[in-house]
């Protein structure tokens, strides 16, 4: 099979009929600035423009309570009581969020469309009698509400036979070609980069190791989706046109390059990216809404606040990454109440925010300019018009003069990125009473740098200062805004009445400091310690703040991506209704919870009366220095 570098993908997007020219009218001027170094291809440059979408992370293992399906499940178990598409899209459209992309595929290998090619798939469940098509159903709701539509597809499949050998392969290209020609268009094709390791795989029931890059050529796998489907970005290996940030938690690197090397991915380097990198290889951002990436009644509690999501926006579209931030539909097959208003919240906030440019009106003059190129042209609005210097000057200063009574806190700046990432270095700087003073100092601009005052701020002026860059900036964007804070969301225990408000509870003992995190409902603040032994492992005693009707209890892992540390391997519970006399609960492993990363709930033989409930951890699920637990549960017998 042909070898096809990541230059070949490119100079083929670049060639599809479909796609766009870089913009005639810059190309058309004979000053037009040399573009610098790495740029992006007319579809990766469209990517750019989307900004935030939609993940949704629906299938089997929303019926299973798992993050990772075994491949075993029986189709039979899935069954939404009243998926309706529809809300699912008005939900993402309240959150802003420019696009939607499904788990058509998961690694337990679940198809969401009834595929001949398997019969672990859709038409073999109860949902409309075996005769529902839920991608068709996203696909057509995204159509109708003008949203762009795409799709992931797992490579790793634990269901399948063939996993590991050739036949796999041709059978998940065969999955691909479906996908990319019964759906109409798609924006995005996502792959996963997890691959390999225990699985169900027709019943041999054993771990398979693959070698990814080789085993399945990604190289022609990408020339297939772009054959398909051209304007969709690939997503993850080398050779696609978008690299994962290096973590899920929805924080790019400060700065966050859209350049890398021309080899295979790095994390390190991934949430960074490499200045001056040969290939345009931007960072997708993604985080889900929820400490999973599937739906959790367990986890109600724990949805990411309008707040939060606004500093993720900051953290990711402010540094010139696209957010893709996950909303799981629960097991009605509906976008759960709570996270709707929380979305819609969020959406709000952003739009009134960047609704409005107060720089508008201003009257902008720079150091230096380029003839047809004249400062006016960062306050136009539009992305393809830009502000440049001559070719040998790359320091130059860009300054706004403002309309008396212009109060701003939000300011957001954009490159031209068809002409390269050009600034290494620069300040924004505010003339307050007469005299200058710096506001932010960073390196990057890319895609956009936004930048969040702690306070509005009037000046008279404000100023860009390009303090490095290798070639004459092009900057096609300066704005002020004023922002607009969220409408706050309450917080809820849970829609499952059975899941117990770890809120109420107290810490009595722990083998270590922080144990308070395990029940402050945050998924982001981790009770770490050292690696336990059988000798001297880690325990926590919980006092449940009155009798409970105790049926079980849960463990959330952290799902940071943290160096050296891990979460337990096993577990053993106790309960005691004194805090003095202790009864034996249940003890055993958490199932595949180093990689999955889900909460764990474990449910006891019996149901038992409990006002304390003591947990012991004898070693890490994978050798490390650290344990890490980010949070306790419990939950009452079903009712």
Not at 80 to 91: E, L, R, T, Y
Not at 158 to 187: I, K, M, S, W
Not at 336 to 354: C, E, H, M, V
Request: proline fraction near 8%; aromatic fraction near 10%; glycine fraction near 8%.
């Amino acid at each position: 099979m042909t070898d096809l570098s990541r230059r070949t993908l490119l100079a083929t997007g670049l060639a599809a009929g479909t796609l766009p020219a870089i913009p005639a009218q810059a190309e058309a001027r004979a000053n037009t600035p040399k573009p610098f170094g790495a740029t992006p291809s007319p579809r990766q440059w469209r990517w750019h423009g989307r900004e935030q979408y939609a993940f949704v992370h629906f299938s089997i293992n929303t019926f299973t309570d798992k993050e990772w399906g075994f491949g075993d499940e029986s189709p039979a178990l899935f069954n939404p009581s009243d998926f309706d598409a529809d809300q699912i899209v008005a939900a993402v459209k309240a959150g802003g969020l420019e696009g939607l992309i499904l788990t058509a595929k998961h690694h337990d290998g679940f198809c969401l469309w009834p595929t001949m090619l398997t019969e672990h798939c859709i038409r073999n469940s109860p949902y409309k009698g075996g005769k529902g098509d839920i991608v068709r159903e996203m696909a057509d709701a995204c159509r109708r509400a003008k949203l762009p539509f795409g799709l992931y597809l797992s490579p790793w499949d634990r269901n399948h036979a063939e996993y590991g050998r050739p036949a796999y392969v041709t059978y998940y290209r065969a999955q691909l070609t479906e996908l990319c020609t019964r759906y109409g268009d798609l924006f995005e094709v996502w792959f996963d980069g997890a691959n390999g390791g225990d699985g169900y795989y027709g019943g041999a029931r054993e771990a398979r190791k693959i070698d990814a890059p080789r085993y399945y050529d990604w190289p022609s796998i990408v020339a297939l989706v772009h054959k398909l489907q051209p304007n969709a970005c690939t997503f993850d290996p080398l050779g696609a046109d978008i690299r994962w940030v290096g973590n899920e938690d929805g924080i790019a690197g400060d700065p966050c390059w859209p350049t890398m090397p021309n080899e295979p991915y790095d994390q390190k380097n991934g949430n960074a990216g490499v200045r001056g990198g040969a290939i345009w290889w931007p960072a997708e951002t993604d985080v889900s809404i929820r400490p999973g990436w599937f739906y959790h009644s367990d986890e109600d509690s724990k949805v990411k606040s309008p707040e939060r999501l606004i500093r993720l926006y900051d953290e990711s579209v402010g540094r010139g990454t696209n957010l893709n931030l996950n909303v799981p539909p629960d097991r009605r097959g509906r976008i759960p109440d709570q996270d709707f208003k929380i979305l819609k919240s969020y959406g709000d906030a952003i739009r009134a925010t960047f609704a409005r440019d107060l720089a508008r009106g201003a009257v902008a003059h720079a150091s230096a300019s380029r003839p047809g190129f004249a400062p006016a042209k960062v306050l136009d609005g539009n992305r393809e018009t830009y502000w440049t210097a001559p070719d040998k000057v790359t320091t130059p200063v860009l300054t706004l003069d403002l309309k008396p009574g212009t109060r701003f806190d939000v300011i957001r700046l954009r490159e031209y990125l068809p002409l390269g990432v050009r600034v290494t270095r620069f300040a924004v700087d505010a003339e307050i009473n007469g005299s200058w003073q710096t506001l932010a100092e960073h390196e990057c601009i890319s895609a956009q740098r936004v930048i969040r005052l702690p306070a509005p701020i009037a000046p008279r002026r404000v100023r860009l200062r390009v303090l490095e860059a290798p070639a004459c900036p092009a900057i096609s964007e300066f704005a002020l805004f004023a922002s607009v804070a969220p409408v706050p969301v309450p917080a809820i225990v849970s829609t499952d009445p059975t899941v117990l408000d770890v809120t109420k509870w107290k810490v009595v003992e722990a083998s270590a400091p922080g144990a308070e995190k395990l029940l402050d409902n945050e998924a982001g603040t981790i009770w770490v310690q050292p690696s336990p032994t059988p000798a001297a492992p880690a325990r926590v005693t919980l006092d449940l703040g009155a009798p409970t009707a105790l049926a079980g209890f849960s463990l959330t892992p952290s799902r940071q991506v943290m160096t050296g540390a891990a979460p337990p391997r096993g577990y053993a519970a106790e309960t005691s209704v004194d805090g003095t006399n202790w009864e034996p609960a249940t003890t055993g492993e958490f199932s595949n919870i180093a990689y999955a990363l889900s909460t764990q709930r474990i449910a006891f033989t019996r149901v038992r009366t409990a006002r304390y409930l003591r947990l012991t951890f004898a070693e890490t699920a994978v050798p490390a220095g650290r344990l890490a637990i980010a949070g306790i549960g419990g939950f009452l017998p079903a009712r």
